[in-house]
């Protein structure tokens, strides 16, 4: 096809003018507003910054972020694996409706996600007193952020997978299995080294979510300094507090988590181009 009738083959001028206006996005939403967090975080100086993210209370958001991402992440990607496995792999009534349930965190509030925690398990929920009575807490408490935390990350682990395994089909596995393979080794030798990028980019989404969710977390957790505050609620507070520096200093480090995440995303992305669609 020639140049002239390519659709494709836009006048040079309009390629630079869609490149700078995107140039332009980037830098004036992402890049100054990054520089700007990292810019608050050290302009009281290094000792500043150490000792901000060195205080007791900032420490134990930081073990208590590490913590609910080291519970949610594991979950996710085994409740990940089957999900999309039994969506990617069979049809059945009902597949519609588990799909769209998968999905709805993408669309329910995170504040919304924490009430609808409150009602099942406050004081006066629906479980709460008969677990109250059982002298298990839920609220206020770690089982509460982790269950928050769960559902605001639910879809990302089964979302990488489903395009990638229905793009693969399954005539390998279905080989392996006539072949004498039992179903562990068939998922395991067949299976899993052609979805193995795309799980992992699920977990990079998944992890990076729980370590920065604020919203489900913030109406469950009580902030109760030092106990249930993660690192989101506790740059919420010292912000509040009027304590810049130290809210800034502890920002840099989710902005750190991020920058991180988008280079995994980035590396990973390539390997996963069906993930992706």
Same mark, same amino acid.
């Given at each position: 096809?020639?140049?002239?009738?390519?659709?494709?083959?836009? /006048?040079?001028?309009?390629?630079?003018?869609?490149?700078?206006?995107?140039?332009?996005?980037?830098?004036?939403?992402?890049?100054?507003?990054?520089?700007?967090?990292? =810019? !608050?975080?050290?302009?009281?100086?290094? $000792?500043?910054?150490?000792?901000?993210?060195?205080?007791?209370?900032?420490?134990?958001?930081?073990?208590?972020?590490?913590?609910?991402? =080291?519970? @949610?992440?594991?979950?996710?990607?085994? *409740?990940?694996?089957?999900?999309?496995?039994?969506? #990617?792999?069979?049809?059945?009534?009902?597949? !519609?409706? *588990?799909? @769209? *349930?998968?999905?709805? /965190?993408?669309?329910?509030?995170?504040?919304?996600?924490?009430?609808?925690?409150?009602?099942?398990?406050?004081?006066?929920?629906?479980?709460? /007193?008969?677990?109250?009575?059982?002298?298990?807490?839920?609220?206020?408490?770690?089982?509460?952020?982790?269950?928050?935390?769960?559902?605001?990350?639910?879809?990302?682990?089964?979302?990488?997978?489903?395009?990638?395994? $229905?793009?693969?089909?399954?005539? $390998?596995? $279905?080989? #392996?299995?006539?072949?004498?393979?039992?179903?562990?080794?068939?998922?395991?030798?067949?299976?899993?080294?052609?979805?193995?990028?795309?799980?992992?980019?699920?977990?990079?989404? @998944?992890?990076?979510?729980?370590?920065?969710?604020?919203?489900?977390?913030?109406?469950?957790?009580?902030?109760?300094?030092?106990?249930?505050?993660?690192? /989101?609620?506790?740059?919420?507070?010292?912000?509040?507090?009027? !304590?810049? #520096?130290?809210?800034?200093?502890?920002?840099?480090?989710?902005? *750190?988590?991020?920058?991180?995440?988008?280079?995994? !995303? #980035?590396?990973?992305?390539?390997? @996963?181009?069906?993930?992706?669609?």
């Amino acid at each position: 096809m020639s140049r002239r009738t390519d659709p494709r083959a836009e /006048p040079a001028w309009v390629r630079w003018l869609l490149t700078a206006l995107a140039l332009g996005f980037l830098l004036l939403f992402l890049f100054i507003p990054l520089a700007a967090v990292f =810019a !608050q975080a050290f302009g009281k100086g290094w $000792e500043t910054w150490l000792a901000a993210v060195r205080d007791p209370v900032a420490l134990a958001a930081v073990r208590l972020t590490v913590v609910v991402a =080291a519970i @949610t992440v594991p979950i996710h990607t085994a *409740l990940g694996l089957a999900t999309a496995w039994l969506l #990617a792999r069979f049809r059945f009534r009902g597949r !519609q409706f *588990l799909l @769209t *349930l998968v999905d709805l /965190p993408f669309s329910v509030s995170p504040v919304v996600a924490g009430l609808m925690l409150v009602l099942l398990f406050g004081a006066q929920g629906l479980l709460g /007193p008969w677990l109250n009575g059982m002298g298990i807490k839920v609220l206020f408490a770690l089982p509460g952020i982790v269950l928050a935390t769960l559902f605001v990350t639910l879809p990302f682990v089964a979302r990488q997978l489903i395009p990638t395994l $229905e793009a693969q089909g399954s005539t $390998e596995e $279905e080989a #392996a299995l006539t072949l004498g393979a039992s179903p562990w080794q068939m998922f395991l030798r067949v299976t899993l080294p052609k979805i193995r990028w795309a799980l992992l980019y699920g977990i990079i989404l @998944t992890n990076a979510r729980a370590m920065g969710e604020f919203g489900a977390v913030s109406v469950v957790s009580g902030h109760i300094r030092g106990r249930t505050n993660t690192i /989101p609620l506790h740059v919420e507070i010292l912000y509040n507090e009027y !304590q810049f #520096a130290a809210s800034f200093a502890v920002a840099s480090l989710l902005t *750190l988590l991020a920058l991180a995440t988008i280079a995994a !995303q #980035a590396v990973l992305g390539r390997r @996963t181009p069906a993930s992706r669609a």
